[in-house]
């Protein structure tokens, strides 16, 4: 069974700190994608990652691919009350084409 | 441009009842289709997915089915609803020779009672 597994689970934290999201699994993947939802939504693509090692940026947001393909994280500069929400990180296990979901992380920035 | 549509929003229904959700795609062709749950707060669990008409693969066992009628309609059912079956549902597309993007639907909002 492909799993992927997300810390941590819930996070609340004062707004101007930094956080890192983690997204990890024993499989490799042919691309790692990361999602953000409101409740009562679908979930937004924030990001694709498909080369090992692969680092993006998004204004304050840094995502980061392992150089094996098997992990990635997001990491959170200077987080606003607006980043809150479920963040989500799906991967595409090689030579398929379905989305293996991680448990996601739920975020929550005071002001 | 590419939009995708869920009806309906949300659902109320007894246990025992048939289901019938329905999810159309707009603007792209031979998309993959996808059907997800979501319980609150937490991970999408795929359902179904399917690269073609007519083509479905499950991924668990339940009594949901999936039927994919035309190119661009995805249609999730049930003939008896459970108590578990509440739940987010969300219908998702990807491009047929690409799986690096994913777009998801507004979601349906389903309780069984």
């Known amino acids: 069974t492909q799993l992927l597994e997300q810390s941590p689970q819930f996070l609340s934290i004062q707004e101007g700190e930094n956080l890192t999201v983690y997204c990890n699994s024993s499989s490799v993947f042919s691309s790692l994608q990361w999602y953000r939802q409101e409740p009562g939504e679908g979930p937004v693509l924030l990001v694709t990652?498909?080369?090992?090692?692969e680092v993006k940026k998004l204004k304050r947001l840094t995502f980061q691919f392992g150089d094996a393909r098997k992990d990635s994280s997001l990491h959170i500069t200077a987080a606003q009350p607006g980043d809150t929400g479920l963040y989500l990180c799906?991967?595409?296990?090689?030579?398929?084409?379905?989305?293996?979901f991680g448990t996601g992380t739920r975020l929550k920035v005071l002001a | 441009s590419q939009t995708i549509h869920q009806w309906p929003a949300t659902l109320v229904q007894p246990v025992g009842s048939p289901l019938s959700l329905e999810c159309t795609v707009e603007g792209t062709s031979n998309p993959n289709l996808y059907w997800y749950r979501q319980a609150a707060g937490r991970g999408l669990q795929l359902l179904f997915y399917?690269?073609?008409?007519?083509?479905i693969s499950s991924e668990v066992p339940q009594n949901l089915s999936a039927s994919r009628p035309q190119d661009r309609q995805f249609i999730l059912s049930s003939k008896k609803l459970l108590l578990s079956d509440s739940g987010f549902y969300l219908c998702?597309?990807?491009?047929?020779?690409?799986?690096?993007?994913?777009?998801f639907g507004p979601g349906t909002r389903l309780t069984v009672l």
């Open positions: 998702a597309w990807s491009d047929l020779y690409s799986t690096d993007t994913q777009y």
């Open positions: 799906a991967g595409v296990p090689t030579g398929t084409y379905k989305y293996i």
């Open positions: 990652v498909v080369t090992g090692g």
């Open positions: 399917s690269v073609g008409i007519g083509q």
